[in-house]
Structures are given as C-alpha cells and as structure tokens.
C-alpha cells in the first residue's frame, strides 16, 4: 500500500522507468535517428547509462541500430495504439470526426494538451493541408495552434503563465503572436467565445479552427480541429459556415462523455 510518506521521498520512483522513456523521448521529427553521445547529450545522461538503455530496447524490439545511429521501431507506435484502443475519448470521438470532415469537406483532428505541446490521439483526413505529417502521436506547440489555445484558454493562470516563461513563445512563421501581452488576450478571447481560429501561425497558409471538449465534470479533456488552407477558404467564411458546425461537434462529443455544455455565443 501506497503511503504519503512514500509518495514524498520517492520510494515508489523508478528511476531506470524515468531514464529509459527519457531516451525513447529524445528521438523526434528533427532526430529521428541519434548517436549514443547525442542522446546521451539530449538527455543529460551519462554515455553508459544510454547505452545500457539502448541495448535494453533493442533487446525489446523498440530500437534498431545501423553504422552507429540508433532509430525508433514501429513497435514504438503499439504504446500509442494500446493508449487509443482504450481510451473513451477516442473512440466516443472518431464517428463525429469522420462527419465533421464529410460536412466540411476537410480534416479533422482530435487532440490532447501535454505539458507545453499538443498531443494530435486522432485525425480525419480528407486532403493534405500540412506540409509536416500530422498522424495520432504527432506533437505542435500549443502557443502556435488553434488546438493548443483551445487547451489553454480553460488552463489556471499559473500554467499558462508557467509555460509562457519555459516557451517563450517562439515565432514559427512571420505572423506567430509572440508576445505575451498579446496572447493572453487570446486566450481570453477564446474563453470568451467558445472557439478559436489560428491563420498562418504554425505554418503560413494553414487556417485551423478548434472548440473544446468537456468531460463529465466539465473540464476542458481535449479540442477538436478542422483545417484548411487560405486558397481554399476565407476566416469570414469559415467563421460564418465551419465555427457552428464544429463547436456543435465538440458538444456532442463532450456529451456523450456525460457533460451537457450550455450553449456558447458565436460573436
């Protein structure tokens, strides 16, 4: 049996646990392969403790290596499909997914907040908005989408402060909002409204729209996307014919995780 004085000097923490899916961690779009001394860099592990790690996830079939680059495996993508296979959210959300894409004639996107990063657990494509693959498992940062400031307009003063300073909200095309001041006002305008609607800040072009989901106490648990591009539709236009239907989306959803969202100006 747990005790709070365990809890408090750690004797329940596994340190090995921590260190090995630190490594699996370090490995990303950027890096998608890494020598020993990278991740041992990336990490701040010592060169023998990684190797060790590695050799224990090659042994598992989760690494590979070749001419001294270790790689990720596609066995890694089996801890994200156990996560899908039983989490409600998913599969309570897949059936509006799919319609709100066939209503709006483009994809749709499920995701969840992970620290100062959006966490994509489920999509809908319909044509290829993105230059980046975006496939359940890719990460964005929050401050640059619509999902992520659907996420964190519901979030506590001192997260989204926290993550403003250990961000720095960095500017990812020329007209990413980077200043503070400017994106709290965002945030509040999200809250306010109920949705949030993002052009060209992740990736210039892309127009990406989002409402929040609601579990059964009410918490914001996750946001649910449709997105475009600026040749193919306007902001007031998506404003006017996407918005309803996709803020409608995420009331369903959030309904049949047992919350009854009340109604949500559009203006």
Do not use: C
């Not at 979030?155 to 007209?175: D, N, V």
């Not at 060209?200 to 914001?220: F, K, M, Q, T, Y």
């Amino acid at each position: 049996m747990t005790s709070a004085s365990d809890e408090r000097t750690g004797q329940n923490h596994i340190q090995g646990l921590e260190r090995g899916l630190a490594v699996l961690q370090a490995f990303d779009a950027e890096h998608p392969d890494r020598t020993t001394t990278e991740l041992a860099t990336a990490t701040q592990l010592s060169r023998p403790v990684v190797r060790r790690i590695l050799l224990t996830l090659q042994r598992l079939g989760y690494v590979a290596t070749s001419d001294g680059r270790w790689t990720l495996t596609p066995r890694v993508l089996s801890i994200g499909q156990h996560y899908t296979a039983t989490h409600a959210l998913t599969e309570v959300a897949q059936p509006h997914l799919m319609r709100l894409a066939e209503q709006t004639g483009e994809s749709s996107t499920l995701a969840t907040l992970d620290d100062n990063e959006v966490v994509y657990i489920a999509r809908m494509p319909v044509r290829r908005v993105l230059s980046v693959t975006v496939a359940p498992g890719t990460r964005a940062a929050a401050h640059a989408t619509s999902l992520g400031r659907v996420l964190l307009a519901w979030e506590s003063t001192e997260r989204i402060e926290r993550i403003i300073t250990e961000s720095g909200l960095p500017g990812l095309t020329p007209y990413t909002v980077t200043d503070p001041v400017q994106f709290r006002e965002i945030l509040s305008t999200v809250r306010h409204q109920g949705w949030s609607m993002v052009v060209g800040e992740r990736e210039e072009g892309l127009i990406s729209l989002s409402a929040p989901i609601r579990d059964h106490h009410g918490h914001v648990i996750a946001a649910v996307a449709s997105s475009t591009s600026t040749g193919r539709a306007s902001p007031e236009g998506l404003r006017e014919d996407v918005v309803p239907v996709l803020v409608d989306t995420a009331k369903r959803i959030s309904r049949e995780l047992g919350n009854h969202v009340p109604g949500t100006p559009l203006a």
